[in-house]
């Protein structure tokens, strides 16, 4: 005999089905419901987000319309100062002419007078010319100066590089330097490079910085001191070092040294006949040359000036000798 459901089975099995797809669409149509609440808060957040947008690209434009016109006015600030920078360097350079013209005549006067071609003069005449040379000597150095530092504001200065033989320049300078030195009754060494050893430089340039760090040595290295010249050599780079036993210069003012006019203590920055531009004028010629000048200082032992040059390529390396000057 077959398996019969009883009805009321089948009713509760059709009630459930019935249940079951009534469920399924209100499930769906919640879940649909949260998507777009979701949706709809995405949606006002990047609303939000938009006018925050805008509002920064606005700020933004704001910005950039008050940069360029500070960029603007900073560019009508540079080229003001630029021009009033070559009208001083016109000036400076028109006025050391000018002043330089009649102290040369007055140097060339001087000299009529001690030949005594206007006729003979008194030992104490000879004494008052010997005082107006050093006069005018030393205003004629201190144009000369300012001229140099005016040239090399206004990047004027032309430099002349060649392949250079260290060991007869600074034989040269024993020569100038030694006089000045006993006459302080100061000892004066001086190691030659050998003389192989070449660097790119300017003579000139060069001539004229080694005089401006000895002459300053000189005069700060108080009687019986020492001032010593000495070089060194790498792959690249040849220095010259330039040693005193001065007072020396404290360390938080050693780079002031090298500003025009700076005067921190005259006994440390500027000598009593000068301008303060000697060292200013140095550096300048220095990185003019593709060189650099540095200092290194204690107070109360002295202080070493070094400038260091470029190498000539294809010269020797390595070791590097030291030779005495006058030694073969």
């Known amino acids: 005999m077959p398996f019969t459901v009883p009805e009321k089975v089948n009713a509760l099995i059709r009630a459930v089905r019935m249940s079951r797809q009534r469920e399924a669409p209100a499930a769906r149509l919640a879940a649909l419901e949260e998507s777009n609440s ?20 606005q700020e933004l434009a704001l910005t950039n319309e008050e940069l360029r016109a500070v960029i603007s006015e900073a ?18 350079a028109v006025m050391s002419h000018e002043l330089r ?12 007078l001690e030949m005594e ?10 004494s008052d010319l010997a005082r107006i040379r050093r006069s005018q000597e030393y205003l004629l150095a201190i144009i000369n100066d300012i001229l140099n530092f005016t040239r090399l504001e ?14 007869a320049l600074i ?36 001539r004229q910085i080694m005089i401006n760090l000895l002459s300053n040595a000189v005069k700060f290295t108080p009687e019986g001191g020492r001032i010593r010249v000495y070089t060194t050599a790498s792959e690249r780079t040849v220095s010259i070092h330039v040693n005193d036993t001065g007072p020396g210069i404290p360390r938080d003012k050693q780079e002031a040294v090298f500003e025009p006019f700076v005067q921190l203590d005259r ?13 200013a004028i140095s550096r300048g010629l220095a990185r003019g040359m593709s060189a650099d000048l540095t200092l290194e200082s204690e107070e109360g032992v002295g202080s070493t000036f070094t400038l ?16 005495k000057v006058g030694e073969s």
Not at 38 to 57: D, F, G, R, S, W
Request: with cysteine; charged share 25%.
């Open 267 to 279: 006994g440390l920055t500027r000598t009593t006949n000068g301008t303060g531009l000697g060292l």
């Open 171 to 206: 034989s040269d300078l024993d020569i100038v330097v030694s006089s000045l030195a006993s006459a302080k009754s100061l000892t004066y060494e001086c190691d030659a490079p050998p003389g192989n050893l070449y660097t790119r430089t300017d003579p000139d340039k060069l």
């Open 117 to 126: 071609l206007r006729g003979p003069i008194t030992d104490a005449q000879k």
């Open 101 to 112: 013209t009649p102290l040369n005549s007055i140097g060339g006067y001087v000299d009529l």
């Open 38 to 57: 979701l949706l709809k808060n995405q949606a006002e957040e990047l609303a939000h987000q938009t006018n925050e947008a805008m509002e920064l690209a």
């Open 308 to 323: 260091s040059l470029p190498r000539a390529r294809g010269r020797i390396t390595g070791e590097m000798p030291i030779f």
């Open 154 to 167: 206004a990047t004027e200065v032309q430099f002349d590089i060649i392949d250079l033989p260290l060991r």
């Open 75 to 92: 560019k009508k600030a540079w080229a003001a100062a630029d021009a009033a920078n070559r009208s001083k360097a016109e000036f400076l």
